[in-house]
């Protein structure tokens, strides 16, 4: 059988490459190595009347990898062994009949080539899992240097223009960098695909990677807003000129996980908020003179508590009162023991300003 192995392998990769379109894609002389080796396996071993050891494994592992590498799917895979397995099956019959063998003795010889090849494909399996895994990896690895190298700047508009092509950007249109933090309840996979979603269904257009433990990247659309994580978005730009963009979106994601807000941002989106995070000295120095001096009594916490829901209702009285679900006269007069122990006019807009940035430090500072 072993001697007619050249002539099966032609025959089984001539089928391959009629009647499966990934095999197609490959000439004859990429796809005989590999189908030779495996052949000449099956035969020797079945020739032979017994099991295949583990050495010999290893050849159908390797097959997997190398049609792995190649680029054939994993269903295709399969589909070209059992096609091959029908051709060895019937060369076979053939040959037994030629020589003269029983029907019985070719049952048994076919039935022991079935549970040889059962064995195999395992090992080819194995081996095709392996290579994926290996690709899927690389590639990823790949995305994230060139997401890497857009976001900051390092990469050249020539670089840029030949390696986006592969992922279906256009390097002359404009891109908002994004970036998302992931966590336990929302993985990276979850948020990307979040990301990625546009509001009309429509294929969207960009590029995501996990970059420094965040889905960063660039878009082509705004993300729906309802998203349970952090996540800022920069302004348009293009692609060789995407730094500052996702400045801005990193500063907007910072903010916005800092005073635990979740959904898609813009850093106008976010007021003050940025500088009261950036400016650690500012908000300090407020806090120091105004709040601090109010110690750290229930009392102080009420009133405290009192003029952060009036300064995020519009300094509305009666917006506050039905929010914290108190008498307006009880707002009244914590605002009024607020301030004369502060010394702080709250109808003064600067210094209502005030109060409301030291309210938002002692907020990040609680919560670190």
Known sequence: MSARSAELTALAIKRLRAEIPAYAQLDAETLAPSTRRTIDQLMRVLAEGRELTADELAVFTLHGETRGRQGIPVTEMFRGWRLAVRIAIDQVVATGRRLGIGDSQLLGLTNELLALTDTAILAVARGHIDADFERTRHDQQRRADLVRGILSGTLSPAEIRVQVERYGLDSDREYRAIRARPHPELPADQVARLLEHTPSGDRPHGLLALVDGDIAGVVDHMPAREIETAVGIGPPARLDRMEPSFRSATRAMATAEAFERTGVYELADLGLLPAVLADTEVGDELVRRYLTPLGRTDSAA???????????????????????GLHTNTVRYRLRRFQDLTGLDLTDPDRALEAWWALQRRRLSRER
């Open 302 to 324: 009420a009133l405290l508590d009192t003029v952060a829901h009036y300064l995020g209702n519009g300094m509305r009285v009666d917006n506050t009162a039905k929010e914290m």
